[in-house]
Structure formats: C-alpha cells, structure tokens
C-alpha cells in the first residue's frame, strides 16, 4: 500500500529558548493508505511537533516530510499539500471560525474555491458523518466540548483529505466528549477508510488503533501493534508513560505468580483471561 | 451580568423583511437614512414616518422591542430638540430674561427630534431583522467593489465574522477570570473609581494573553484549512435578489422621490 505520510530523517527543534521541548532528531515514519496510527509520547517527547511538521505549519531544519507525495516545503503545491491533511486541534473553541455551525464547516471548501452546490452537498455529508446534522443552525458557543470538537473534524472533512491528524483532540473534554470523539473517529475509519493519525497521551484511545508509535526524546521509542507495545509494561513505564488499566492489572497478577497470557488491552480480554485463569486452579 | 451583553440584536420572526436579500436591505437603508436628512417639511416628514411605520409594521417585531432601541437615546433626542427650540429666531411665542422660544424653533426641534426617531428605527429594522452573518456577507458584497481600489474588504468582513464568533466565548472567558480571582479575594465592586480600575487589571491582563493565544491557534487552525485570504474563494450561501427584493425596490424608490418632491417644492415651514 501507498505511503500518505512520510517523514525521512527529520530533524526539528523550536530553537535554543525551548532547547528540550519537542525537539525531533533523525525521526523517520512513514504510514499507510487506510491505517489507525497512534502516536504516544509523555509532555516535549515531539508528539505534537510530529503534527505540526505534518500540517506544514513548521518545517524541517532537515530531510523532508511528505505529504501524499507533496513535500510540505513546495511552496507551489502547499495549498495541495494542505488539502490533503486535515487538522485537528486540542482546544475545540480556537479551530471554529465562522458564527453558524454549517458555515464553519463550509470554511474549508469555500478557501478551496469549490462549487456552491457542491459545498452544500460536502457540509450535509460532513455533519452527518460525525453526527451533528440537527445543530447545523446553531451558534458554535452553544455547543459543547465533544460537540464542537466533532464540528471541528467536519470541517476537516469537508475538504475530503485523505488523512486525518488529529492533536490530542480529546484532551480538553469531559470524558463524554471524549468517548463522543472516540466514537467518531472510529467510525470515519470505519465507513470512509479515511487514514487516521491520533496523538494523544490517553492509553485506552491509543489502544484503539491499529498500530501504536511510543516517542521518545524527539525519536521513535517503540513502534507496533498495540498488543506488542503494551505487553511491554516495564519498558512504557521508564518511557513515563502509563499503560491501559486491564493490562497494568494482568501485570501485576502475572508478578504475584499467577499465569496470564501476554498483550491484553481490553476489559473484557482482561475479565475472560482472569476468569480463565481461576477456573483452572 | 456580562451575558446580557447582545452582539447584533437580531429578532428571529418570518416577515417579508426578514426574508429580503440583506444586499438590499442594507443598500435601501443606507438610501433611507439619505432621504430622511433631505426631509425638511411637515409633508415630507410625514411621508418618511408612513413609510417608517409600514416597514416597522411588515418586519412582525413586536413595537415593544423598537421602544427599547429608543429608550437609550431619549437623552440625545431631548438634548437636540431643546437646543433647536432656542436657538431659531423667528415669531416669538414666549421670552423670559434671555431665553425666546420661538414658533419656528419649535417647529424646527419637533422636526430634529421625529428625524432622529426615524433614524433608529429604521436602523433597528436592519438589525433586527437581518443576522450578523448575513450582515457581515451583505457588507462584503456591497462594498467589493472598493477592490479594484486595493482596499481588500473580504478581510474587513473576516475580522468582522471572527469578532462576532469570539465575542460570546471572550465574554464567558471574563466572567471566569472574574470568578477566579474573586474566589482569591480581588474586590472589584468596593472603592474609589482609582481603585476599581486598578482591581480590573488583573482580569485584563489574563483575559488579553488568552486572546493572543486563541488568535495564535485560530490563525494556524485557519491555514491549515487552506485559507489564503479573499482570492479564489467561494461561498456556501449565494445571496439572491428574488421577487419581494424587487417588489421593494419598486416600492422604495418611488417613495424617495415623493419625500425630495415634496422636500424641496413645498417651503420648509
């Protein structure tokens, strides 16, 4: 399958007065047509430089970043580069940009100079696909957390890009919000095949896609599936970073002795394998 | 208290005036406000408030709320009507020391007075019949052509939707720094006016590094939604002249006519 993003030995860093915030040494990545990919990493491992670098909103000091084949440094094919990535932010109120909810989402193609119909038939899809067609007349302040956030994805949307970047999107929302966002973009990938690159620092949602890339220091820690990230307990620990509950609980079972198959992510893998467990002894 | 704040105090009802192209209505208002200042005769006047009054009657918001437009006015209204009522020579109609007040004044001040009612009402009419959206699109296409003198307007009209989209949020975001240092003891209500507007300092500066960093992020989130200023841009929702916008223009026109007919044949008083 086609590479959407590729980052070839780049190198990044804000400059000398945020010396160890978010710096990116030789990070080479590159994901797939249709893939899940979360990108994990505690507060300056250059998680979010990895978006911002992606959106073209920074450049590499040095190698290059890709975006469908565009190099995010052509300033002749930015706007292509850009349309192509869709963007979305932690803080839900700072990406909406017009006072009715259907013109926000209009933003995008409407920069894009596409068709008056055409924009029409985008927003009513782009709403519908997150859920939010009945609040199409509203005020984007009415709205809640999770709500705006999901005007703020179809927006994205709307410019039909082929991927998808979203900036710890859920980190400012309740956890209704955030298990509506969740929800959301597992079902973009769901009935769109849209490529999704998720960063954030919630294990549980990183657990969701199908591949996982820990960061480190501005450089890849670990990278694959989330089943082998998280049976590396010991490892995510020194990394700073928290496992998803189910899997710290089997941890410390399989360290009080008791016989537990590796990789369990879920409450319900986690409930079958205790239960598996006690029925045998 | 900072909610009550209302930006653009449109009153959602379905009237002919609502419906209008907002191009139009601006435009006719713009043309309205003209006319009523060329208005110098009772005649005049008195087509400009029969006008006035059918288009208040079509908009179907309630006289109530065009009341509460005037109210914060009354003052200017006096204040103007007085100073006209003393200062026009003519037949006097009564005089005490230096003071006259003249037929003429009078006349001249009732005059001033219904003008400037007139004013704000037909001004409320726009805004409460039109929303700040459609306002700020009608504003944009008014004025485009004002590009070909390198004023750019699609920028004006987009500072003026961001304005319009970040004042609620803003006003919540006030109220919370207020609450916040509130809660650590700043008294802000107690004091000399020195002293208040001292205690204010701490909410304002909060609340201007927020704003920065809010326009920081919205200026990224903004580019990257393909956002390269006016040029090549399209729009959602087309605005159309359709019959009634053409019914009222009809009617509109002829109106003005009638009121600078009849200003300038018939003598001022």
Known sequence: MAAVIELEHVTFSYGEEAEDQGFIEDLSLSVEEGSFVAVLGHNGSGKSTIAKLLSGLKLPQKGRVFVCGIDTSDEERELEAKKNIGMVFQTPDNQIVATIVEEDVAFGPENLGVEPSEIRRRVDEALAAVGMEEYKDHAPNKLSGGQKQRVAIAGVLAMQPRCMVLDEPTAMLDPRGRGEVMKTILRLREQYGMTIVLITHYMNEAAMADRVVVMDDGRVAADGTPREIFSQVQKLKQLGLDVPQPTELIDQLKQAGIDLPDGILTVDECVQAVTRAFMEE | ?269
């Open chain 2, 1 to 269: 208290m900072l909610k009550d704040i209302t930006i653009g105090q449109y009153y959602p009802a379905f009237s002919v005036i609502h419906a209008m192209d907002p191009r139009v209505k601006f435009l006719m208002m713009i043309g309205f406000i003209v006319v009523i200042f060329l208005a110098w005769n009772i005649a005049a006047l008195g087509l400009v408030l029969v006008f006035c009054l059918a288009v208040l009657f079509l908009s179907r918001v309630p006289v109530k709320v065009y009341l509460k437009s005037l109210k914060p006015i009354i003052p200017i209204i006096i204040f103007t009507a007085v100073l006209n009522a003393l200062y026009i020579d003519g037949e006097v109609l009564w005089k005490w020391w230096i003071i006259e007040i003249t037929k003429e004044g009078l006349l001249r001040s009732g005059y001033v007075a219904l003008r400037i009612i007139m004013l704000i009402l037909i001004t409320s009419v726009l805004t409460y019949t039109t929303t700040p959206t459609q306002l700020t699109d009608a504003i944009e296409r008014v004025f485009s052509p004002l590009n070909r003198l390198k004023i750019d307007v699609h920028v004006f009209a987009m500072i003026m939707t961001i304005a319009l989209r970040f004042i609620p949020t803003l006003i919540e975001e006030t109220e919370k720094i207020m609450n916040a240092q509130k809660s650590r003891g700043a008294d802000l209500e107690t004091g000399s006016l020195l002293q208040r507007v001292r205690a204010l300092l701490p909410i304002l500066i909060p609340l201007l590094f927020s704003a920065f960093h809010r326009a920081f992020e919205l200026a990224d989130a903004m580019e990257c939604r393909c956002y390269h200023g006016g040029k090549g841009r399209t729009r959602l929702k087309q605005l159309k002249c359709a019959g009634r916008d053409y019914a009222a223009i009809g009617i509109f026109l002829p109106v003005c006519a009638g009121i600078i007919c009849a200003s300038v044949l018939i003598p001022i008083f």
